[in-house]
């Protein structure tokens, strides 16, 4: 079983900046790509940002230039640095991963989410 629970979420003023974090924990035995994902009421759920095991990485047009993704393989957690934060950020972040539980065995794997409010 993998675990993977986010935080860093919160309110925050436009222009503003928030990192959010996501962990994974369990039967790990590698992982692969890692994303971030958010999602708005009626809307459905929309990549952000990707990243490789090699630290490869793809944004969405919406967030390039203020957003970065990285991660740390050590501790099998991935991070989204935002910056220059709008009002249309304002989403519920998940994370996800596709993870090896064994060298034959892989999953794709979400958070539970974190609530971003951008907002005077």
């Known amino acids: 079983q993998v675990q993977l629970v986010e935080s860093g979420g919160g309110l925050v003023q436009p222009g503003g900046s928030l990192r959010l974090s996501c962990a994974a924990s369990g039967s790990i035995f590698s992982i692969n790509a890692m994303d971030w994902y958010r999602q708005t009421p009626g809307k459905q759920r929309e990549l952000v940002a990707h990243?490789?095991?090699?630290?490869?990485?793809n944004y969405a047009d919406s967030v390039k230039g203020r957003f970065t993704i990285s991660r740390d393989n050590a501790k099998n957690t991935v991070y989204l640095q935002m910056n220059s934060l709008k009002s249309e950020d304002t989403a519920v972040y998940y994370c996800?991963?596709?993870?090896?539980?064994?060298?034959?065995?892989?999953?794709?794997?979400w958070g539970q989410g974190t609530q971003v409010t951008v907002s005077s």
């Open positions: 990243i490789t095991r090699s630290g490869s990485t």
């Open positions: 996800n991963a596709v993870v090896l539980t064994t060298p034959l065995r892989e999953g794709d794997y």
